[in-house]
């Protein structure tokens, strides 16, 4: 689809709104994304509470939406971090992490096992063995997957070698 001649640009409440039909933003996000298209940040700002008090537009709905895209492939740790760039408050990230607390290492273990899950660590030598085992938890600790969780992931696949 081409731009029609003499056709205007959309407004701001329309770029708002086909952005969110996309998917979630918070608040922030949304408005880093149209700030470049505002006359002035009071207009802008006007836009957003106006998204805001029909309902189109929710930190909490992007939070939600964000943490349920991301854990089953992501630890708590990285999805917080991706949560507090996309401009949300700690109170906030910390009550859509909530959930996610129970089952950590059962998400963790299976990230690993997608990746790792077939390999027999028994057939090398310590050394080898040492590495990989190094590898791995790299592996499941740049996921996002914290220090705590990553050992109990390893001791769990050491006890299914045996």
């Known amino acids: ?24 933003y918070a608040r922030a996000e949304l408005a880093r994304k149209l700030a470049p298209h505002a006359e002035s940040a009071q207009a802008l700002e006007a836009v957003l509470d ?26 708590a740790v990285r999805i917080r971090h991706d949560l507090q760039a996309r401009g949300l408050d700690k109170e906030l990230v910390d009550a859509a992490l909530a959930p996610l607390e129970d089952d950590e290492f059962e998400r963790a273990r299976q990230v690993w096992g997608a990746k790792f899950g077939g390999q ?11 590495k990989e ?14 220090a705590d969780v990553v050992r109990k992931v390893m001791r769990a696949a050491d006890g299914a070698e045996d």
Request: hydrophobic content about 50%; glycine content about 8%; proline content about 1%.
């Open 1 to 24: 689809m081409g731009a029609r001649r003499g056709a205007t640009a959309p407004s701001l409440l329309a770029r708002g709104l086909q952005a969110l039909a996309r998917r979630e």
């Open 50 to 75: 106006q998204l805001q008090a029909k309902g189109f537009l929710s930190d909490a709905r992007a939070a939600e939406a964000l943490v349920r895209q991301k854990a089953a492939r992501f630890g």
């Open 120 to 130: 027999d660590l028994q057939a090398l030598d310590w050394q080898a063995r040492q």
């Open 133 to 146: 085992r190094a590898r791995q938890m790299r592996f499941l600790a740049a996921r996002g997957f914290c």
